[in-house]
């Protein structure tokens, strides 16, 4: 079973998001996805990254494998 699959399947709690990181600066591939389960801390950091909840990493997952 891949992420994605994972993702769709399976309802996790409502406030972990991720973080999406790209090969390349146009956002077609996508090279590593990250959980974060504390995103209050996280957006506290210097340079945080956009945070994405579920149904949002499942259209950039299903976008990219497209």
Partial sequence: MNYLNFLKR???HYSNRWIVKYHDKEET????VKL????DEYRKMKRPRSLHTQQG????LEKCLQ
Avoid: G
Avoid at 29 to 32: D, L, M, T
């Fill in 29 to 32: 591939k996508v090279r590593e």
């Fill in 57 to 60: 990493l499942i259209k950039i």
């Fill in 36 to 39: 974060v389960y504390n995103p």
């Fill in 10 to 12: 399976n309802k996790l």
